[in-house]
């Protein structure tokens, strides 16, 4: 979720020599099928992985959208995905919306959204994008334009991940049920991407997303990077060779359920629903100040209904022209559900990051400081438990104060305001520039 007053800011810039890590897992298949298995035996396409094998672009590329500012550009539309069995099976939605300023050199920041099974258009309307939605006169949700939109600074590329979600559809034989595979499909819709164009290959490339975005990151960014080393090993690959530089995986459910594991050995189980009980107090679990009835889940995420509302809008429709039969799902229960039985909320994900960490990506992770489901402590807890080089120094340095913003652990130049404080936390750390200080008060 988006906070318009940032409560607390833990950072980690990590910059340092290539390792090669062991267990370099899914290489790339270069051509459909080519899975490993034998004749007759009809492969598990949800087991195996794909390729985009088609991107197109549904958005007429003259047009700009209603509610950004004259002059904005967006382009929308599908990677199409082909199976095993060499069916296209899986359609990802992708809108990217342009820098305003040299975007063929901009940094591509990578949006997608929690879950798991949450459509991924809510960041790029809520503040990152040129739009947001708000209420409209009629109280049905209405998008206006975005004041502090990034793509002041940065191309924002949003997707409808995993397939299933948002936009994104497909088969139901083809729905993958772990963030793991899921992984697989960002891969490929990136290699399209990245073909298509190549320009902006150029820039920086960072990955952003929220809540459950803290398990997806790491897997999406293990897969890449295993991938790339992959590709590094074969002469004729053909591979687009693109790491991301940075990475914003704010810690999710699963984190915080580990953590409480850990300090009170309850069972994943248990803790997952004394995080949910927290939902029963009659308090917002990602605002514990606000007061609000989650049994009904519009009371405590207006946002939510509003985005739905937009979504399913005329105006939107017309611009993005997906499918008819295709129908906007903000929350798909389907694939909460098919991951939740398959266990991937039950994984110490953070981990992953360390290989790509340790080749030089650099990891911010931001909180709310009254958010009950993605709680602090739990992030500052698998940061410090993360294996990498940094680890030491990541320990001991100290804790800032951010005036007007919260505090913050930095070990590189990682300062603010609170409305847009959003965008400057983004765009200060692609620059790599300090937040606060560095002679500024420990606390
Ligand atoms: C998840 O998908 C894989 C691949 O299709 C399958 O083998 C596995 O049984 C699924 N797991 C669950 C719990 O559905
Ligand atoms: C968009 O505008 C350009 C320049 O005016 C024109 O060449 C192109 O055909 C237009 N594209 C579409 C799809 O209308
Ligand atoms: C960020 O800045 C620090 C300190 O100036 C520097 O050591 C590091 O190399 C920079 N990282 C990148 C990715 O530019
Ligand atoms: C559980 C845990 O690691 N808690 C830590 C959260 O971060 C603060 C500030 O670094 C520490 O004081 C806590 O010990």
Known sequence: ?????????????????????????????????SSGHTGGATPDVVGQPNLATRLEMTSDPNATLFCARKGDKSTAGYAHFTNANGEEDKHMFWWWFHARKDPENAPVVLIFGGGPGSSGMFMPFSGAGPCRVTAGEDGAGAAVPAEYSW???????????????????????SLRNSSERAAWDVDDFLQAFWVKYPSLTKGLFMIQSASYGGTYIPNIVNVIHSRNLAAAEISTSARV??????????????????????????TCDVAV???????????????????????????????MGRLNDVMHSDKIRSYIKVPDEVHFVYTSEDTFHRFYTNGDMAQPAYQLLTPAINAGLRVLVYNGNTDGVCSWRSNVSWMRLLKTTHQAAFRTAPDIAWPGVGWLRQ??????????AFREILVKWLRNETF???DADSL
């Open 151 to 173: 793509t002041d600074e940065v191309n924002v590329l949003a997707i409808g991940h995993p397939v299933g979600v948002g936009h994104s559809y497909g088969t139901s034989s």
């Open 273 to 303: 629903g004394a995080i949910y009980a927290a939902g029963l107090t009659g308090r917002n679990p990602y605002h514990a100040t606000q007061a609000c009835n989650i049994g009904e889940v519009y009371d405590c995420f207006p946002e």
């Open 1 to 33: 979720m988006l906070r318009k007053a940032v409560g607390l800011l833990l950072a980690a810039s990590f910059v340092t020599a290539f390792r090669l890590e062991p267990g370099v897992q899914h290489a790339f298949s270069t051509h459909v099928g």
């Open 436 to 438: 606060v200080d560095t």
């Open 411 to 420: 070990m590189m130049p990682v300062t603010s305001s609170s409305e847009d």
């Open 241 to 266: 060779v693109k790491s991301p530089d940075a990475a914003s995986p704010v810690p999710s459910l699963h984190d915080a359920e580990m953590s409480i594991e850990r300090f009170s050995l309850q």
